[in-house]
């Protein structure tokens, strides 16, 4: 593990820090300060001056609209836009720009990249993640939504759940069934299809927060291009493992900071209410603090691999379990030192459903119930608190790993 940077590395953050204050406004303390339309109006007009700044898409090739930045480079702008209270992008540009447009970027033809990267870059095209299902969360492989291919379209009939950010989009990334005689893992394609179209039909889920940020999305006799195929057919699995490396690295530089700026905001909680004098609520924030710097030490070893240009491996899911079974406990923890505070609403709930609240929000019951809230789904979006620490079983430590019953052709698994 590498818990420093060169130093030519803090030339680029200099300028990036010039950047910042060249184009937020004097006062500017976070978008968190916002409220829910003011953000929008925000995000849009940030969003524009990033693009025309070549800081949209910062570590796509200059070629495709990007910014042509190093991992280094990339990493370093995650952390002062955190730092800063800012967005990356707009809305779904993390599934637009670090997902599927780096997974085009790799995987895509030349067509596809002349045809989809620019209109990512200019927000014609807005994506969403087609990967879960009813029957293939945690065991992503046992997909069973099918697609068919009918002349020169393909033919898209299934089920997606947990779709964030779906009700925004009007593009999804699939992965469906179009071999359903090998063993499942080798039977998958990548399809890039058009929501906007009869056959898609997306229901907004309800969460504990009231908000409504994940999607099921249901395909009855929808359609694509023949064309609109990532990789090859039945080759999707190589190309979706991919995708889900691109968001890693990025991640373990700036959570870690999300979560010491959260911890620092309850600890001025904490002392405004007087909770801190009491001893066991005392102990549980020092242990808090700790956790923190703990998951920054967690969060360079895995941007070590990633500046080094390596994917994170399996060890990727002890950094997952951890940060997630943290914030868990220090939302509780929150709960603890509004004590009866905690009963009543004051101000506004969370931006986001994900993670602590934005950089700039109030430090009052409102945001801190929000995130008590959303925090419950931590450990089960991206890979259940109990599928990581399998993989952190078999994959990291080499126990026996469990029994498998569904060897063999994917029809003939039980379903």
Request: charge should be negative; proline fraction near 5%.
């Amino acid at each position: 593990m590498q818990p420093t940077y060169a130093p030519e590395a803090e030339i680029f953050r200099t300028r990036i820090k010039g950047f910042l204050s060249d184009n937020l406004p004097d006062n500017w303390v976070g978008i968190g300060a916002l409220d829910a339309e003011a953000a929008q109006v925000f995000i849009d007009s940030w969003r524009k001056i990033l693009s025309e700044n070549q800081l949209l898409a910062a570590s796509w090739p200059k070629e495709f609209g990007g910014g042509g930045l190093s991992h280094l480079e990339s990493v370093i702008l995650a952390e002062e836009f955190q730092k800063a209270g800012v967005p990356t992008g707009g809305s779904n540009d993390a599934f637009s720009i670090q997902m599927v447009g780096n997974t085009i970027i790799q995987w895509g033809t030349d067509e596809q990249k002349a045809h989809f990267l620019p209109r990512i870059i200019s927000g014609q095209d807005i994506w969403c993640q087609g990967y879960s299902e009813p029957n293939a969360g945690s065991d992503l492989a046992n997909v069973g939504c099918k697609a068919e291919l009918d002349g020169d379209e393909w033919q898209i009939n299934g089920q997606k759940i947990w779709t964030s950010a779906g009700h925004l989009a009007n593009w999804i990334f699939v992965l469906a069934r179009t071999d359903a005689d090998v063993v499942k893992h080798r039977g998958i394609t990548f399809l890039l299809v058009p929501m906007e179209q009869e056959g898609v039909d997306v229901r907004p889920i309800k969460m504990i927060s009231g908000d409504s940020e994940f999607n099921e999305v249901f395909f009855t006799d929808a359609k694509t291009a023949k064309e609109n195929v990532i990789g090859e057919v039945n080759g999707g699995w190589g190309v979706a493992m991919t995708l889900l490396g691109y968001e890693r690295g990025e991640a373990a530089a700036t959570m870690p900071l999300t979560f010491k700026s959260e911890v620092g905001r309850l600890l001025d909680l904490a002392k405004e209410n007087g909770t801190n004098e009491d001893p066991v609520i005392r102990d549980q924030l020092v242990a808090a603090y700790m956790q923190t710097q703990i998951m920054g030490y967690l969060g360079m070893r895995t941007l070590t691999k990633f500046l080094a240009g390596e994917h994170p491996g399996a060890d990727a899911s002890i950094f997952k379990l951890f940060w997630s079974e943290y914030h868990r406990e220090v939302t509780e923890l929150s709960m603890a030192v509004l004590g009866a505070n905690g009963m009543i609403i004051d101000g506004k709930f969370p931006s986001s459903a994900f993670g602590p609240d934005s950089p700039g929000a109030a430090n009052n019951s409102g945001s801190w119930i929000g995130t008590f809230l959303n925090a419950r789904a931590g450990t089960i979006y991206a890979g259940t608190s109990q599928v990581q620490r399998n993989i952190i079983g078999e994959m990291v430590l080499g126990l026996p790993k469990e029994p498998k019953l569904d060897r063999g052709p994917w029809k003939d698994v039980p379903k």
